[in-house]
């Protein structure tokens, strides 16, 4: 007992000893944290400084679930319903649309934007010369400008903060309190950045890095979004206004915005982009043009992924077509409603309402296979939607929700739908397809639609094991296109309008002049943003700068815009008589599982501030009917 | 056989700690009632469910935020509370009534009720029906109280539940105030029942008035129709 008492103090001792001989123990430098003037003095780091901030550029969908950017909201609004695991049922059940909805307020990041733009100065000359720091600082101030547009288009007038705010510890912090800038300030701001930088930026040619063409994409969407609000927010009623101008822009600076958005898509459409043209099937064309990567020459600027690098997402898992998917769980998330399929037209120019129905409304028109319907509609159909019989990876994605029976004794037809996908009827012929769709089947299109664009067509991008690298689009030229053309029609210019409207709908399969000075209007501009731009965090954006959301989604249950449906195919069973029988029938229907209109209403033009925001900081006024 | 006492003794031990766990830490909930009307002249004023928010703000408090309050259809609105005092303010511009930002105070002490005062631009005093088949006739007595803004429209609505409104509803007719040609005369408004509430056993009826520049409208009470 006594020796183990002896030789554990003796340890003891070896042990402090050891201790007391590092010296300034408590002063060692951290072999985890990189501090600010290691950052600067690295090549590497720099450059991975950049990534994040890049990566942190907010958007309402994307294609990841990250912060500030949920690809399930794609199925928020009326283009899409959610087909997936009922855990997220709600996105077909919004009642109507929080105060909170959209809500971004992140100071966070436009202070670690400002620290880097400061530090860039205090310690960047170690590692780079004058010219990159130029470029650097030129960077830093591009995503500042994208995350002010981000918060202005949610918020309305937001605090500019260009600098650091140091706190100095002396108990009153009320001068780091900033009121909110007016809204049209803020759009000034961006448009001022992005002119001031578009020289310096350098980046020519990069997608994934912003350079000058980057810049004025930006600022056609930015001053398009000023000036449709300072014209139409005056013919909302009650329209939108504080006292001070953090929310509403005065509607005699419309045509100033109007013009500016123009001149800078005018500078985009003058660079070294043109439309994907490369596929001669207009739709197989337009689904390239969003998802090919190589000799793209559409893209602007790209939230970009690489498999082999393990940057990648799995948004083709979730969304694949139920009848394709590669892994055993998943699929069929965001389905497309027959709303937005109806916004397709045809191609002779005709409204694109799908003809289910004989012209007297007495029958059925009975097709040989379920593609015929969608025949000569605007090619980007197939190139963003997978509609019954479409292909996908080289295989056909055939759809039939049951068959419908002939009943000869009461002449009328009768309904047979499978408790199963993928079923056989007592003819031993298809009941139900193996891609549905289905009224209550989980992960099985709900619409009778699967989602084709941003889709992956590569094999196994659909597994969790290998995924997909398909990249999130900022920015491309199509948009530009109808940015012009909207911003071109707004001035009166009505041939410039027309000329950049047509070169879209031309690739679309409409022909050279689809569209007239007699026929073209403005709801035919916004019309081809819904179209051309789906699933591009475009619909919800641009309903709120125009005024139109609260007119759309109504919240009323009889109202064909808020209310969302769907398309299914069946099959005739009618023995005897040869030009029916075993043809395909088409019923709409309100999706099943979609259970409240859409309801969005005046509050939510301008989502609330969060109440703490205005505790912390008395001189930000709450907006308006919050 | 040996281990049952053990397994006894372990379960009473758990129940004994449920319940205990219970009643630890847990704050008293909110007991005292507010309920209280939006009135004109001791006269509810009908709103949309849903569409009308007051806010109730307690000071005093680290926790600072609001407690929305909807107003019912009917004019009515409730919270649970605890006892004490709050600050009621309106909502600018939601409202069918003139803007009127002073708060109001509020003591709550057990069961209260309160009457939340209003001017509002137009309202309906009185509506009575007449139904003919599937047309409905109203009859509609309007008095502007302020003229601030002016009237926009009448509207008479059409819905299958008592929730009847701007949103909800299968029919509407709209009256534009340009046709109305005196304002202090009874108002006829005529309305079919669509087709898809035929088979109903009943409907329910509203009038609404739409003043320029305010989203809301004042409405009538809604009033049960017999179909059948």
Known sequence: MKNILKYFMLSLITLLSFNACKKDYLEREPTFIVTDEQLWKDDKLILGLLANYYDRIPTDMGLTDQPGS?????????????????????????????RDSWRYYDYGFIRDINLALENVDKFGAAALNEAERTQIKAELRFIRAYVYFEMVKRMGGVPLITKQLIYDYQGDPAYLQQPRAKE????????????????????????????????????????LYAGSIAKYNALLTPSITTAGGEVGIPASRAVEYFQKSLDASKEVIAGPY????????LGENFYEAIVKKSSNPEVIFVRDFLVSKAKKHGFSYENIARGLREDNLSSSCITPTLNLVESYDYLDGSVGTIKNRNATNTDYIYYDNTIDIFANKDARLYGTVIYPGAGFKGLTVDMQAGVI?????????????????????????????????????????????????????????????????VWWI??????????????????????????YVNRIRQRAGFGDNSFSAATLTIEKIRHERRTELAFEDHRVWDLKRWRQADKVWTGNANSPDAQLYALYPYRVVRPGDPTRDGKYVFVKLVAPRFRSPRFFQIFNYYSSFDQAVINNNPKVIQNPFN | MTS??????????????????????????????????VVYQGQAIGLRSN???????????????????????????????????????????????????????????????????????????????????T?????????????????????????????????????????????????????????????????????????????????????????????K
Request: proline fraction near 3%; hydrophobic fraction near 35%; glycine fraction near 8%.
């Open chain 1, 70 to 98: 949920q690809w399930r909201n794609m199925a928020n609004y009326d283009d899409a319903i959610w087909s997936g695991l009922s855990n997220e049922e709600g996105r077909n059940n919004i009642f109507n649309y929080n």
């Open chain 1, 405 to 469: 029976v002939w009943n000869a004794a009461t002449s009328s037809y009768q309904t047979f739908e499978g408790a199963d996908i993928g079923s056989n009827y007592t003819d031993n012929k298809l009941l139900v397809a193996a891609s549905g769709p289905h009224r209550s089947i989980q992960e099985v299109s709900n619409t009778g639609f699967y989602l084709r664009k941003y889709i992956d067509a590569n094999d196994g991008s659909s597994t969790r094991g290998i995924q997909s690298d």
């Open chain 1, 274 to 281: 043109s439309l994907y043209n490369n596929n001669p099937n």
């Open chain 1, 184 to 223: 049209a300030e803020v759009y000034d701001f961006i448009a001022t950045e992005l002119d001031a930088i578009k020289n310096d930026i350098g980046n020519a040619g990069s997608t994934g890095r912003a350079n000058r063409y980057t810049c004025m994409a930006l600022k056609s969407r930015a001053m």
């Open chain 2, 135 to 227: 047309a409905i006739t109203c009859t509609a007595n309007l008095q502007t109280v302020s003229t601030v803004n002016p009237l926009e429209a009448v509207r008479l609505y059409v819905f299958r539940t008592a929730l009847v409104d701007e949103t909800n509803q299968d029919a509407s007719v709209n009256v534009a105030a340009v046709d109305i040609p005196n304002i202090s005369q009874p108002l006829t408004l005529n309305v079919t029942i669509p087709s898809s509430l035929a088979n109903a056993d009943a409907v329910y009826v509203r009038v609404g008035a739409k003043t320029v520049g305010v989203g809301e409208l004042a409405y009538s009470p809604a009033t049960k129709i017999q179909l």
């Open chain 2, 51 to 133: 569409g009308v928010q007051l806010e109730l703000w307690q000071h005093g408090y680290a926790f600072f935020t609001k407690i929305p309050i909807y107003v019912n259809q009917d004019g009515n609105f409730s919270a649970k509370l605890f006892d004490g005092d709050y600050k009621l303010t309106r909502q600018r511009g939601v409202g069918p009534w003139i803007d009127q930002t002073d708060s109001i105070d509020v003591k709550v002490s057990g069961n209260t009720i309160i009457e939340v005062p209003v001017t509002p631009y137009t309202i309906i005093t009185n509506a009575t029906y007449q139904r003919n088949g």
């Open chain 1, 474 to 499: 900022w920015f491309r030229l199509g948009e530009i296109y109808l940015n012009a053309s909207e911003a071109a029609f707004e001035l009166g210019q009505t041939t410039d309008a027309l000329t």
């Open chain 2, 4 to 37: 049952k006492p053990y397994l006894y003794i372990f379960l009473a031990t758990l129940f004994a700690l449920g319940i205990a766990g219970c009643k630890k830490d847990n704050y008293e909930a909110p007991e005292s009632m507010l309920t209280g009307r």
